[in-house]
């Protein structure tokens, strides 16, 4: 025990020896100083207890006569008290080269066991702290068992990369299972589960578990609580269970990964618990930069409004991000599964957007998106966030102290069909921008509700709100719409708090209501019963992911005519006749066939075969982006299939406006020349508060100029969003803070 690295067999047997001498002079069941570098003979513990302490702590190196164990002193005069200092022998665990007493190498277990061993001591004394009985009875014996002679893993460090493997690389569950009945019958002798449910028992013995919470066929109610012990829903009636293969199973899961226990394992670790700290402790601030949320005007403001919070750095602030997925990976399939992700922005910048710090806090189940039913869902994850909010005793690591944990939810993260959901207010029709609510900028088309009238952002004396002909056939005399009051946002939600989830319309279809008829809020959502949710400045991010995938789709497709996704159809001709503007492009009727004439901003065939040309000739440093190529069709003349976010993301910004220079007219690529740089600069690692009130003024004259170009069909609800992402940085920071990239 005093020549071994923990868990070798040298050390294993120590400590075994170490037992067995104190069993024969300690009653089975008595309590015994323990003493580990910890403990250091100033705590009693059961002899289980001790055990445990010795193989995860290692002996105090002090510790060289068991005098307080029944061996004798050499002199009776001398009292062998330990006179250490509680954190004396912290850094020596910390390091990771010394574990206790004379270290010595040994070759059977490396060291790459080191930091599973680290995690396992540091949960073991978190749990205790809390007041619980560890349970890794299992996980320490396979801690002591080498996987096979020679190997340098032992069985748990073994099946803890295999599932890191697993998560990190994608592999199914077939595939892994497959690799684990290979592994075990290579080594039998390892004794390797052979399926992925057996090794993910490791997980939950570690306390990474979920549970399963029943829930209405139609989405009323979560079978928990009051409910647990019913058969069928209070609200509609329907039946808790359904009959398959003669065995009773219930209809849909909820499945609930608890998020306190996981957020209190991020301060059992002293490296992580440190990392939480970082933003109040060492994170060095630049004027007019901003790099991490720490530097934005929301986070900013909570402090302000909520001093006790910001007090004490080790307070979390969590970002909750949600969208829907096909679990099958088949888009013929209508499937749709939601996870409902945490994410803790208290780390630093390159911790902060790491997956590995995302926790899934909820999974909800398809096979249809869960509409105004998804408060339902939330139910957990809300208890959970009011409990943060009051408190939750939590021990810390760095500090080995207990302190009063709290949490607040500073923003959400999801694509804008999702926001909507979350919200609980409409994203589509006349009021589809979240941002200005009163007088908004929308118009109805011809077959559509268009964004158009950017001049209102200008100043009230910019030349450009005396033409007509260039954009809407009007002056533009108003200025840029208004925000809600909280006293109006309170109003509007008072009206649909009655609105209930589940089955409770009437089975009539809702009549269209006009411009004046404000349809906005179609229920309170359940983020409200937080008590500092309307306090929140930027409750909601617009996803600049989504937002760059859309314009993206709108250049291409119109500059293309790509069927089904150019804004040049003869109905966005015919707003332009309702709108007495650009007469050379309104249709005319020849015979029986209403014929549109070219548009200048449509590229000629042989412009579009030089440009298709450009795209498949691009080249990219390795792992920077897609092959452009593959989405070119065979004879070189158009784009063809769904392009990738982070494709969209490359062309808009850099490739689009490299290609068009000499193709169009200067005007048009000007304009897109400008949008692509626009989106570069917001999306850079750091902004400058001076940079990105620079883009507050220019985005409008950007989008002013691409309207007197495109026609008003051009301009959705997503191309508007763009004016506001200006605003949304200023408040959050940096955009890798608010996008969906990482989810």
Not at 706 to 732: C, G, N, S, T, W
Request: charged fraction near 25%; hydrophobic fraction near 35%.
């Amino acid at each position: 025990i005093t020549n071994g690295r923990k868990f070798t067999p040298s050390y294993t047997l120590g400590v075994e020896q170490f037992m067995e001498f104190v069993k024969q002079r300690s009653p089975e069941h008595a309590h015994i100083s323990c003493p580990c570098t910890r403990c250091l003979n100033q705590s009693r513990r059961a002899q289980a207890v001790v055990h445990d302490h010795l193989l995860l702590f290692g002996m105090s190196a002090a510790y060289t006569r068991w005098t307080h164990h029944g061996e004798s002193a050499i002199d009776a005069n001398v009292e062998f008290t330990e006179q250490v200092h509680p954190h004396e022998y912290d850094g020596i665990w910390e390091s990771h080269h010394y574990d206790g007493i004379h270290v010595s190498e040994e070759p059977n277990v490396g060291d790459q066991a080191i930091p599973d061993l680290e995690m396992l001591s540091e949960l073991y004394a978190a749990a205790e702290e809390d007041g619980q009985l560890p349970n890794f009875t299992r996980v320490l014996k396979d801690l002591k068992r080498t996987l096979c002679p020679g190997s340098s893993h032992s069985r748990f460090s073994f099946l803890v990369r295999l599932l890191r493997i697993k998560s990190r690389y994608r592999i199914s569950n077939t595939t892994f299972n497959a690799i684990l009945k290979l592994l075990s019958s290579a080594f039998p002798d390892s004794k390797l589960p052979s399926t992925y449910d057996d090794a993910n028992k490791y997980l939950r013995e570690l306390g990474l578990g979920y549970d399963e919470i029943h829930v209405c066929q139609n989405n009323c109610v979560l079978f928990r609580k009051t409910y647990a012990n019913m058969d069928a829903c209070p609200k509609c009636k329907q039946s808790r269970w359904e009959d398959k293969d003669g065995k009773r199973v219930p209809r849909k899961v909820l499945r609930h990964f608890p998020l306190i226990p996981r957020l209190k394992r991020m301060f059992a670790s002293s490296r992580t618990a440190k990392d939480l700290q970082w933003h109040g402790t060492r994170r060095e601030t630049v004027e007019g930069q901003m790099s991490h949320p720490a530097d934005g005007k929301a986070w900013k403001h909570f402090d302000d409004k909520y001093n006790w919070f910001a007090k004490d750095a080790r307070n979390l602030r969590l970002a909750v991000a949600t969208d829907g997925f096909n679990p099958f990976g088949n888009f013929s399939t209508t499937y749709s599964m939601w996870p409902v992700l945490v994410m803790p922005l208290n780390l630093p910048p390159w911790e902060c957007v790491n997956p590995a710090n995302c926790f899934m806090s909820l999974l909800i189940p398809g096979p249809k998106s869960p509409g105004k039913g998804f408060d339902v869902f939330l139910e957990p994850l809300i208890e959970e966030l009011l409990q943060l909010w009051s408190g939750v005793m939590t021990y810390d690591a760095a500090s080995r102290t207990k302190f009063n944990l709290h949490a607040a939810v500073l923003w959400s993260i999801n694509d804008y069909p999702a926001l909507g959901t979350l919200l609980g207010r409409s994203t589509k029709g006349y009021y589809a921008c979240v941002h200005f609510d009163k007088n908004p900028l929308s118009r109805r088309l011809k077959n559509k509700i268009g964004y158009i009238g950017h001049r209102r952002y200008l100043p009230t004396d910019h030349d450009w709100r005396k033409y007509t002909k260039e954009f809407d056939g009007n002056t533009e005399e108003q200025g840029a719409p208004e925000k809600f009051t909280a006293e109006e946002v309170a109003e509007l939600l008072q009206r649909v708090s009655h609105v209930q989830p589940g089955v409770t319309d009437t089975g009539l279809k809702r009549k269209r209501g006009d411009k004046g008829e404000r349809v906005i809020y179609n229920r309170k959502s359940a983020w409200w019963k937080l008590p500092y949710w309307k306090d929140l400045l930027l409750p909601h991010n617009l996803d600049v992911m989504h937002i760059e995938k859309n314009i993206c789709d709108n250049l291409l497709g119109t500059l293309l005519k790509l069927e089904g996704k150019t804004k040049d159809t003869v109905s966005s001709r015919i707003d332009l006749v309702a709108m007495g503007i650009r007469r050379k492009l309104h249709p005319y009727q020849e015979g029986h066939v209403v014929k549109t004439p070219p548009a200048w901003y449509v590229l000629k065939p042989a412009q579009r075969i030089t440009f298709c040309k450009y795209l498949r000739g691009v080249k990219f440093p390795d792992g920077f982006a897609a092959n452009l190529g593959s989405y070119i069709t065979a004879d070189g003349s158009k784009v063809q299939g769904r392009m990738k976010t982070h494709s969209c993301h490359v062309l808009l910004q850099r490739i689009i406006p490299a290609g068009l220079r000499g193709l169009v007219r200067p005007d048009l690529y000007e304009a897109v020349a400008e949008l692509g740089n626009f989106f570069r600069e917001l999306c850079s690692r750091n902004l400058s508060v001076h940079v990105v009130q620079r883009l507050k003024q220019e985005i409008p004259l950007i989008l002013c100029k691409l309207e007197k170009i495109f026609p008003p069909a051009f301009f959705d609800v997503m191309v508007h969003l763009a004016v506001h992402l200006p605003d949304e940085a200023l408040l959050r920071g940096p955009v890798q803070y608010g996008w969906m990239y990482p989810i």
